[in-house]
C-alpha cells in the first residue's frame, strides 16, 4: 500500500502541474487587468483559467485513468501494488481537476494582494477536513478513508474558494497602502 500511495503520488505531482501553472498564469494576467482597472477582463481570465484547468488536468487524469496499469509500471513492479495503486487512482484522481479550480480562484484573487483568504481555504481544508476524515473513517473504511479524504477535502476547498471568489470581499483589498 506504502508503495502505491508513493508510485500514486509521483503521477499526481505531474497532474497537478497544470493546475499550478494555469494559476501562476491567471495570477499575473487578473493582477495586470486589476492595476488596469478592468474587473471585466478579470472575470474572463478567471472563467478562462477553470476552463484550461479543467482541460489540461482532465487530459491527464484521463490517460491516467486510461493507461493506470502501465503508468503505475514504471514505478512498481509487483502486482498487488499495481492493483492497489489503480484503486487509489479510481478513487482519488478525479478530485485534482476541482482542487485546480481552487489553485485557479486563489490565483486571481491573490493579485489582488488578498493572500489569507486563500491560505485559510487551503489549511481548512487540508487540516481540518482532510486528516480529520481520514482519521476518523480509518476504522470504517481501513486505508480507503485516506483515499476518499483528497475528494472530500477538494470539494471543500473548491466550494470555499468559489463562494470566496463570488461573495468575499477581496476586489477590495490592495497590495499596497495608496498615499
Not at 10 to 36: L, R
Request: hydrophobic share 60%; with cysteine; glycine share 8%.
Amino acid at each position: 500500500t506504502t508503495a502505491a500511495y508513493g508510485a500514486c503520488l509521483q503521477m499526481w505531482s505531474y497532474i497537478q502541474m497544470p493546475a499550478f501553472a494555469v494559476g501562476q498564469a491567471v495570477s499575473s494576467m487578473a493582477a495586470q487587468n486589476i492595476g488596469a482597472k478592468r474587473w471585466e477582463r478579470v472575470r474572463v481570465i478567471a472563467l478562462s483559467g477553470v476552463a484550461f484547468n479543467f482541460l489540461l488536468t482532465g487530459i491527464l487524469i484521463g490517460a491516467v485513468l486510461l493507461f493506470d496499469r502501465h503508468a503505475l509500471g514504471l514505478f512498481l513492479t509487483d502486482p498487488s501494488s499495481i492493483a492497489i495503486g489503480r484503486h487509489i487512482n479510481h478513487l482519488a484522481v478525479w478530485s485534482f481537476a476541482f482542487f485546480g479550480v481552487t489553485f485557479v480562484l486563489s490565483g486571481v484573487v491573490r493579485a489582488t494582494g488578498a493572500v489569507f483568504p486563500p491560505l485559510l481555504i487551503l489549511f481548512f481544508a487540508m487540516w481540518l477536513v482532510r486528516i480529520p476524515f481520514a482519521n476518523l473513517m480509518i476504522g470504517r473504511l481501513g486505508a480507503d478513508a485516506i483515499w476518499w479524504s483528497f475528494p472530500i477535502s477538494s470539494l471543500v476547498s473548491v466550494s470555499l474558494s468559489i463562494a470566496y471568489y463570488r461573495f468575499g470581499n477581496w476586489k477590495a483589498a490592495h497590495m499596497l497602502s495608496n498615499p
